[in-house]
């Protein structure tokens, strides 16, 4: 399954009126399924989802919100496609966002939910707006999902309110954003959010960002220009995985080691997917210091094509990021630093198995 991004359309960015009517595409289908903020709307032919796909997505499009400083004040349709094409989006494209909801062939597709949540403030200067999904969305495989590169003001001034943000900036757009809430906190994200709009020029985006972090820009910049590069994977915020108390496991008790059985399949609730022929699960992990821990993964059925991914709780290319194999009883040791960790369990799609899983380290085990 491919997976990409997609550029605004000129609606999108300028508003719902006008716009509806003349694309029977954004037509919403019948909602088969409502959450706390989430109502549920496949197309005909849309793929079956995994059970815990959509209690997944209704708490992320809270997380979101949290996180952008946005009040839920009515629920985020998503029109799940089929793979006919019957999208109102760019030829080519997986999914996109309106100001009534997200339409993807996929579920989930994180980055188009923070679009759809950040849309009832009504999106910012593009670049920053797919800087921001970039951050705080999914991670799945795109091809343009490549190592950060490009001036940042070549970048900044690409945007605009009839294209969007071109896709060989998005690098460098997540990039930024991540260093800005890395370095000066989630205020600056919130903040353009705010007091900017999809229609603001580069100037207006930059007087906000000065106002918020207390920096000039060309000291922003000076500082952004030492930052290392990395790809979208690296400097993301496994935001689920990292926010919702309900995903952290126990792994230790006193000095001995506590196994994590987890189930990953799609009749199983708490797995999500299938996309890009995968499915999942996401558990967390505290840390109590910082030191080498081991991992062992064993599986009940095949181990090829499963794998752990295991993420720090943080932004940026310094972010601890590490991928085990899973099944055969291989362990890895990893050095992680003191705090959350995020740990995404996969299989192949359609092929559920049972993961006991073992952590020993800081003098447990």
């Not at 679009?115 to 920053?128: A, D, E, K, M």
């Not at 820009?217 to 990395?230: N, Q, R, S």
């Not at 915020?237 to 000095?255: F, I, S």
């Not at 295991?310 to 055969?328: F, H, L, Y």
Request: proline share 6%.
């Amino acid at each position: 399954m491919q997976s990409m991004l997609v550029r605004w359309g000129v609606c999108v960015l300028l508003g719902a009126t006008g716009c509806e009517a003349e694309d029977p595409a954004r037509e919403i289908p019948p909602i088969i399924w409502s959450g706390a903020q989430l109502d549920y709307a496949p197309r005909p032919g849309a793929y079956e989802l995994c059970e815990g796909t959509l209690p997944y997505m209704d708490r992320y499009v809270a997380l979101v919100a949290d996180a952008m400083g946005v009040e839920v004040d009515r629920s985020l349709v998503y029109v799940h496609a089929s793979g006919d094409g019957d999208l109102p989006c760019q030829e080519g494209v997986v999914g996109c966002a309106f100001f009534e909801g997200v339409y993807s062939k996929v579920a989930p597709q994180e980055h188009e939910i923070v679009h759809g949540v950040r849309g009832w403030s009504g999106f910012s200067p593009g670049f920053f707006e797919e800087g921001a999904a970039e951050v705080f969305g999914d991670d799945a495989r795109a091809a343009v999902r490549v190592m950060s590169n490009g001036s940042l003001m070549e970048g900044i001034e690409a945007a605009s309110v009839e294209t969007g943000l071109p896709l060989r900036w998005y690098p460098r757009a997540g990039h930024f954003a991540a260093h800005l809430h890395e370095r000066y906190g989630p205020e600056v994200t919130q903040e353009l959010l705010r007091r900017t709009d999809a229609r603001a020029g580069e100037g207006r985006a930059i007087e906000v960002i000065e106002a918020v972090t207390g920096a000039g820009w060309d000291e922003i910049v000076e500082e952004y220009a030492k930052v290392p590069e990395c790809a979208q994977a690296r400097y993301r915020y496994p935001l689920h995985g990292c926010e919702e108390p309900t995903v952290l496991r126990a792994w230790c008790d006193g000095d001995e080691s506590v196994g994590i059985i987890e189930r990953i399949a799609c009749d199983d609730p708490d797995t999500i997917g299938p996309r890009n022929g995968e499915m999942w699960t996401t558990i967390a992990v505290e840390v109590p210091e910082d030191g080498d821990y081991r991992f062992v993964a064993r599986l009940g059925e095949g181990a090829v094509g499963s794998e752990m991914t295991i993420e720090e709780c943080a932004v940026g290319c310094d972010k601890i990021m590490a991928k085990v194999p899973m099944g055969g009883g291989n362990s890895m040791e990893v050095f992680l630093r003191k705090g959350r960790y995020a740990l995404r369990l996969t299989r192949p799609e359609g092929e559920p198995a049972e993961v006991r899983m073992e952590i020993s380290g800081a003098g447990c085990g």
